[in-house]
C-alpha cells in the first residue's frame, strides 16, 4: 500500500534525525500513574507527562477508550503476577483504543493519522492521553464500531472465544456450561457459542432480580439459566431437558458454583477455570477425576498471548470487531470522562454499587 | 504354530460336538460367591460349583493365583462403577495367573496344558478353582517368576506402567512427584521412572516406622522421599536440591497430600489421581489453574482397558514380567492358601493391622 499524504507530511528524511529540529515529539500527556504497590484509590495519581521523543519507528497515538479492567487494578495493587515493575513510575492501564496522532519516519506499516489502533497483544500503560511505542505494537481496526467495544476487544471477548476454542472440539449442537454467566466474559460466552451453534447452560448467583438477570441473558441467547440453588438438587442432569450433556464447562467462580459444573459436566468434560470470584478454591472427588474422567484446566489470556500468537490475536480481534459491527457480541459497559477518572476508579472499585464496567473516555 | 500333541488328545472331532458323550465339562470347582452386594466377610461365601461345559473354542484354566485388590473388595461392596450384577450370584476376583488344564476342539491358539496364562484384559471371577472361558480371554505368559508376581501384573504394575505414558511427555532426567508412595503402584512408579532414567520425589504419611519406610522406597531407587510433615514450609521447592521440578505427579490419597503434589508441580504441569485413600477430595486454589497452568487428570486402568488395548495390555504384560524375571520390579506380597480364604480376606480388610497384599494360592 502507498503511504497516504498525511504521513508523509508528518516524515523527517532519515539524515536529519540526529539534529534537534527534526525530531517529532509527542504532545504533553496526562497519565494515570503508580510509583508503588497498594490500594489503587491510594497509590494511583494523574500527573502530566512531558513530551516524548519519537524514535524513527515509533508511532504517537492519542487515546480515545481504555477500560478499567479487574486485571488493571490487581496490577496496582501487586497481586497479579505479572505486572510492570515499580519504582520508578508505571503507567496503569492494559487495553484501549487510540487514534494515530504522528509517525516515526521510518514506520513501514499502513498507518495514518487518524486510523483507530489497539495495541495487540495488549501492553501497559493505557490510561493516558498520548502513547509512543513502536510500529509494531499497533493493530489498526475497523473505526465503525462504538469506540468502548474497540477499547475493550481484547481481554474479555477474546478470552471467551479462546477458551470455546482451545480445550475441546465442539460441533454445533453441542453444550458448554459456565458460572458468572453475568460476567462480561459469559455474555460473549453466550453469544459466541450462539454464533458456532453450541447451546449454553449458564449458572447465576441467587440474589434479588435473579429473574430479570436470567431475562437478559436469554434475550443474548443463553439455552438455560440457573441460580446456583436451583441446582441443589439430586438429579441435577433432569434438568437440562433436551440439551445435551455439556463436553465443557468455563468457571470463573470457585466454590459451589465450581461444583456444579463438575456435576453438569458429561463423562470426559472439560473444566476450564479463567477467575475465582468468590475466592474460595476448587474442590472435586477423587471419583470425578477417576471414574467420571473429567479433567480440570486454567486459562490466561496473558500467557495465550505471549506465547507466538500476534498474528491470530490480531485476525480474531478483526472477527470479533464484526461481530459488534453486526449486532451479534454486545455488553453493558459505561464510558467515563478521563477527567473524572476518580469517579470511574471508585465506582469499578464497587464503591458505588453495582456498576457497569468502567471504559475511560480520553 | 502347530498345535503341540497334549492338546491334539484332548480334542473331539467337531462333527461329534453334539453327542453328550463328546463333551468336554471342568472339574468341580470352589469358588468365592456372592449374591447381593455389602460387606465382603458377611456377603462372600465359598461354595462347590458343578462342572461346567467347554464350548468348542473354550479354554478351561486351573488357577493357580489371585490378588485381594481393593477394588475387588469395592465391587463386593457394590460401590466400585463397573462390577458383575447380582443376584444371580457372581464370582468374586478380578486378575490372577492360571494353568491351562483343557481347550475346547476348535480353539486356534497356541495354548497347551500345563501353559500359563492370565485373562487379559483382566475380567471378572478369578477367585475359583477352575475357570472356562473363550480362548481370546487367555494370554500366556512366561512361567519363571514367582507365581504372585503374574497373579498381580496387571492391575498395579500397569496403572504405574501407563501413567508415566500417558499424559506428559517424560525424558530421561525428568522428575515425577507421587504420594502415596509405599503403595504397590507407588513402589512400581519408583522402580519403572527408574528404568526409563526419570527421578521420582516422593512424599509417604508421617507415622511410626517413616524412616524406615524412605529406607525401603530408596533401595528400590527412589530418589528423594518427604513425609507429608516435612513439606509443610514455605519454600517447598528448595527441598529439592539438584532434582527439576516434576512436570507431572500421581496422587492416590487427596487432601493435604494432593495439594502437596500441586505445590511440587512445576508450571504447566499435571497431576493425575488414581486413588483417594485419605477419602479427602482435592483442593485447587484459583491460581494453580490460571498463573500455573496446572492440568488436573484422573486414570482409570479398566476405563483404558475397555477401549481398544488389548494387543497393548499383552504387551506391557510381558515387558513387566519381563522385568520381574530381571528383578527390576518386586513388591512385597503375601501367599495364603485358597482354603484359608477367610484369614486372607480378613487380613486385607485391614482387621489384623498393616499386612501384605494377600495373594490366594489355590
Request: include cysteine; proline fraction near 9%; charged fraction near 20%.
Amino acid at each position: 500500500m502507498a503511504p497516504p499524504t498525511a504521513r508523509l507530511l508528518l516524515r523527517t528524511p532519515r539524515l536529519s534525525l540526529s539534529t534537534a529540529a527534526a525530531s517529532l515529539f509527542s504532545p504533553p500527556s496526562k497519565a494515570v500513574l503508580y510509583d508503588q504497590h497498594g490500594p489503587p484509590d491510594q497509590v494511583l495519581r494523574v500527573a502530566d507527562v512531558p513530551p516524548v521523543e519519537l524514535g524513527e519507528r515509533d508511532v504517537c497515538v492519542k487515546m480515545l477508550a481504555a477500560p478499567i479492567n479487574p486485571s488493571d487494578i490487581n496490577r496496582v495493587q501487586g497481586v497479579y503476577p505479572v505486572r510492570p515493575p515499580v519504582p520508578p513510575a508505571a503507567v496503569a492501564g492494559y487495553e484501549g483504543v487510540a487514534q494515530v496522532h504522528a509517525l516515526g519516519p521510518a514506520v513501514t506499516r499502513p498507518l495514518s493519522p487518524g486510523d483507530w489502533v489497539i495495541p495487540s497483544p495488549p501492553s501497559f500503560g493505557t490510561w493516558q492521553t498520548y502513547i509512543v511505542k513502536p510500529e509494531h505494537v499497533w493493530h489498526k481496526v475497523r473505526d465503525d464500531v462504538p469506540v468502548e467495544y474497540a477499547a475493550t476487544v481484547t481481554v474479555n471477548p477474546l478470552t471467551a472465544l479462546r477458551m470455546l476454542q482451545d480445550f475441546v472440539k465442539l460441533s454445533p449442537g453441542d453444550a458448554v456450561v459456565q458460572n458468572g454467566a453475568t460476567s462480561i466474559v459469559g455474555q460473549c460466552v453466550i453469544q459466541l457459542a450462539k454464533v458456532q451453534g453450541i447451546r449454553t447452560i449458564n449458572i447465576i448467583r441467587d440474589r434479588p432480580g435473579s429473574e430479570e438477570a436470567k431475562e437478559k441473558l436469554k434475550q443474548l441467547g443463553a439455552d438455560e439459566v440457573f441460580t446456583e440453588g436451583q441446582l441443589d438438587v439430586k438429579n441435577v442432569k433432569s434438568l437440562l431437558g433436551a440439551l445435551p450433556e455439556p463436553a465443557l464447562g468455563f468457571n470463573c467462580v470457585g466454590g459451589n458454583a465450581a461444583a456444579l459444573i463438575l456435576k453438569l459436566l458429561r463423562q470426559g468434560g472439560t473444566m476450564v477455570t479463567y477467575g475465582g470470584m468468590s475466592k474460595r478454591p476448587v474442590t472435586v472427588s477423587t471419583s470425578s477425576f477417576i471414574f467420571k474422567d473429567l479433567s480440570l484446566r486454567g486459562f490466561w489470556l496473558q500467557k495465550w498471548m505471549s506465547s507466538d500468537k500476534a498474528d491470530d490475536c490480531r485476525r480474531l480481534i478483526d472477527y470479533l470487531l464484526g461481530l459488534v459491527q453486526e449486532g451479534k457480541l454486545k455488553y453493558e459497559m459505561e464510558l467515563s470522562p478521563f477527567d473524572d477518572f476518580g469517579l470511574a476508579l471508585d465506582k469499578a472499585l464497587g464503591k458505588h454499587g453495582s456498576q457497569p464496567k468502567q471504559v475511560l473516555r480520553f
